[in-house]
């Protein structure tokens, strides 16, 4: 069995500021290194439940945050861009389910460090009139590819919108948000653990090894809100799947970029700041999506 490891970093315990997403600074320094951490932790946990081959995908900004002398040497590294499968760049060698770790809520949430794809870029993404955030989008690429996600972990902002998509998946609730750069969270170290548990759980549960346990907390846990285990699902993961054709609506964040990328000739101005198009798969709408996202440098 093998499993793509996603690994972002707005939702790992102990983030809660730009200044430690970004980098150039000593608390993005430490903040990637917990990042790795937490990566190692779904590693480990993975390969307790039975999983043969490990790849770990760096899905956060230029793709080139975590350590590579600090990975777990079971996993193999997938860095760097740009690449067709963005986030979920390594699915193309073949794999049998996905872990989303670290992510975080949709832009125009309340979630910490909450954002879509670009922060000064775009405001709300909308896919077949539904609105999805980063692990949506995501979620319905390996989807199309035939591919669960079995394991997410973040904030409860996070888990609270996204959980109807990956039935029969594991969460664990990194920490608990108060505002876009406030909150409660775990320890790093409790994070891990919590991780390790139900990366586990998750792998057996898909090779039908062991039952889901019974739940130990969920989301309403103690100690501000913040779970320490994972937060079991029934029933067994299923792809998330988006039937094509695909119509992604778009808002950005100002006109100015709503001109922009229209001049994209098979993009359709909508108001001010909406436009829209129509694709045939989730993987041309998310890459439509990265390219206008690095168009928008040009405007920054």
Same mark, same amino acid.
């Given at each position: 069995?093998?499993?793509?490891?996603?690994?972002?970093?707005?939702?790992?315990?102990?983030?809660?500021?730009?200044?430690?997403?970004?980098?150039?600074?000593?608390?993005?320094?430490?903040?990637?290194?917990?990042?790795?951490?937490?990566?190692?932790?779904?590693?480990?946990?993975?390969?307790?439940?039975?999983?043969?081959?490990?790849?770990?995908?760096?899905?956060?900004?230029?793709?080139?945050?975590?350590?590579?002398?600090?990975?777990?040497?079971?996993?193999?590294?997938?860095?760097?861009?740009?690449?067709?499968?963005?986030?979920?760049?390594?699915?193309?060698?073949?794999?049998?389910?996905?872990?989303?770790?670290?992510?975080?809520?949709?832009?125009?949430?309340?979630?910490?460090?909450?954002?879509?794809?670009?922060?000064?870029? $775009?405001?709300?993404?909308?896919?077949?009139?539904?609105?999805?955030?980063?692990?949506?989008?995501?979620?319905?690429?390996?989807?199309?590819?035939?591919?669960?996600?079995?394991?997410?972990?973040?904030?409860?902002?996070?888990?609270?919108?996204?959980?109807?998509? $990956?039935?029969?998946?594991?969460?664990?609730?990194?920490?608990?948000?108060?505002?876009?750069?406030?909150?409660?969270?775990?320890?790093?170290?409790?994070?891990?653990?919590?991780?390790?548990?139900?990366?586990?759980?998750?792998?057996?549960?898909?090779?039908?090894?062991?039952?889901?346990?019974?739940?130990?907390?969920?989301?309403?846990? &103690?100690?501000?809100?913040?779970?320490?285990?994972?937060? &079991?699902?029934?029933?067994?993961?299923?792809?998330?799947?988006?039937?094509? &054709?695909?119509?992604?609506?778009?808002?950005?964040?100002?006109?100015?970029?709503?001109?922009? $990328?229209?001049?994209? &000739?098979?993009?359709?101005?909508?108001?001010?700041?909406?436009?829209?198009?129509?694709?045939?798969?989730?993987?041309?709408?998310?890459?439509?999506?990265?390219?206008?996202?690095?168009?928008?440098?040009?405007?920054?």
């Amino acid at each position: 069995m093998k499993i793509l490891i996603s690994t972002d970093i707005e939702g790992v315990a102990g983030v809660f500021h730009a200044e430690q997403v970004r980098a150039g600074n000593g608390e993005y320094e430490r903040a990637r290194a917990w990042m790795t951490a937490e990566a190692n932790a779904a590693v480990q946990g993975a390969i307790a439940g039975g999983a043969e081959e490990i790849l770990v995908n760096d899905s956060h900004g230029g793709f080139r945050n975590l350590l590579p002398d600090g990975l777990d040497e079971r996993a193999r590294l997938v860095l760097g861009k740009p690449r067709y499968l963005g986030m979920m760049g390594g699915l193309e060698e073949g794999c049998d389910a996905v872990f989303m770790i670290g992510y975080h809520s949709r832009s125009q949430g309340r979630g910490i460090l909450a954002h879509t794809i670009n922060s000064f870029a $775009f405001s709300r993404v909308f896919i077949n009139g539904m609105e999805l955030g980063e692990a949506g989008l995501y979620g319905a690429l390996a989807g199309e590819m035939g591919v669960p996600v079995i394991l997410a972990t973040g904030d409860d902002v996070f888990i609270a919108e996204t959980t109807d998509l $990956f039935p029969g998946a594991q969460w664990v609730q990194t920490k608990v948000a108060h505002g876009q750069g406030s909150g409660v969270t775990l320890s790093p170290a409790a994070s891990r653990r919590a991780i390790a548990a139900a990366a586990e759980t998750a792998v057996r549960n898909l090779k039908g090894t062991t039952p889901t346990p019974r739940p130990q907390g969920g989301l309403a846990a &103690p100690q501000g809100g913040v779970s320490t285990s994972g937060r &079991p699902s029934g029933g067994k993961a299923v792809p998330f799947r988006i039937p094509a &054709p695909i119509e992604c609506r778009l808002q950005t964040q100002s006109a100015a970029l709503a001109d922009l $990328f229209c001049m994209w &000739p098979t993009l359709e101005r909508v108001d001010g700041v909406t436009l829209r198009f129509t694709t045939d798969s989730m993987q041309a709408a998310v890459r439509t999506l990265n390219s206008l996202a690095a168009m928008s440098f040009m405007l920054r």
